[in-house]
Nanobody, 115 residues
Framework: QVQLVESGGGLVQPGGSLRLSCDAS????????MGWYRQAPGKQRELVAG???????NYADSVKGRFTISRDNDKNTVYLQMNSLKPEDTAVYYC?????????WGQGTQVTVSS
């Protein structure tokens, strides 16, 4: 089992920045992919960014050039640096890991972009 705890969400003005963090604990040795998803009201959950153990990243087209995913394998933490935020980035952001023992989700953290 893997437990995930997210932090870093909040209210920010358009054009601002936030950094999300997700700390993993438990059977972390079996994790091979970490990522962030988001879900806006009335919409399906969508992948924002992902990163493999080897550091290969992928991003949704809507966030390319603005968001950066990174991970600290020593701390078992994945980050999402979000710059140039737009109102359409408003959503609940969820940390996700894929491990040998299954797929796990964090509890979600709200990001609101509004003036």
């Amino acid at each position: 089992q893997v437990q995930l705890v997210e932090s870093g969400g909040g209210l920010v003005q358009p054009g601002g920045s936030l950094r999300l963090s997700c700390d993993a604990s438990g059977t972390v040795f079996s994790i091979y992919h970490m990522g962030w998803y988001r879900q806006a009201p009335g919409k399906q959950r969508e992948l924002v960014a992902g990163i493999t153990n080897g550091g290969i990243t992928n991003y949704a087209d809507s966030v390319k050039g603005r968001f950066t995913i990174s991970r600290d394998n020593d701390k078992n933490t994945v980050y999402l640096q979000m710059n140039s935020l737009k109102p359409e980035d408003t959503a609940v952001y969820y940390c996700n890991v894929v491990a040998g023992t299954g797929r796990y989700w964090g509890q979600g953290t709200q990001v609101t972009v509004s003036s």
